[in-house]
């Protein structure tokens, strides 16, 4: 499975952006599809997670009610809107997928659960004035 991740760019603060991440391969593997963020001299951090077996959904506290995960019936496609930007969002982007349920065991496990089987390189994501 490849990932691509596009749709990064220079935004002003409460500006709006919208992440996509396209797969290609064996997707027929892919059960549930995430956003992880990363900025240098830390941690990648988990952003939001899709399920969309269950159409369920998952968000970091720092992004609820911000950004909206989605993602298409073939999961060949995810999707990060992202609203209401703060300099605080800026990182690099990264999706992630892997099998089915991984959603619920990052979302026990935290911001920094890395168990997806599939990253996509990132895409930078700069929200400055």
């Known amino acids: 499975v490849q990932l691509q991740a596009s749709g990064g760019g220079l935004v002003e603060p409460g500006g709006s952006l919208r992440l996509s991440c396209a797969s290609s391969g064996s997707i027929f593997s892919i059960g549930d599809m995430a956003w992880y963020r990363q900025v240098p001299g830390k941690e990648r951090e988990g952003v939001s997670c899709i399920d969309p077996a269950d159409h369920n959904t998952y968000y970091a506290d720092s992004v609820k009610g911000r950004f909206t995960i989605s993602s298409d019936s073939a999961k060949s496609t995810v999707w990060l809107q992202m609203n209401s930007l703060k300099p605080d969002d800026t990182a690099v982007y990264y999706c992630?997928?892997?099998?089915?349920?991984?959603?619920?065991?990052?979302?026990?496990?935290?911001?920094?659960?890395?168990?997806?089987?599939?990253w996509g390189k990132g895409t930078q994501v700069t929200v400055s004035s």
């Open positions: 992630a997928a892997g099998p089915a349920r991984r959603c619920t065991v990052a979302a026990t496990s935290g911001l920094y659960y890395y168990g997806f089987d599939y």
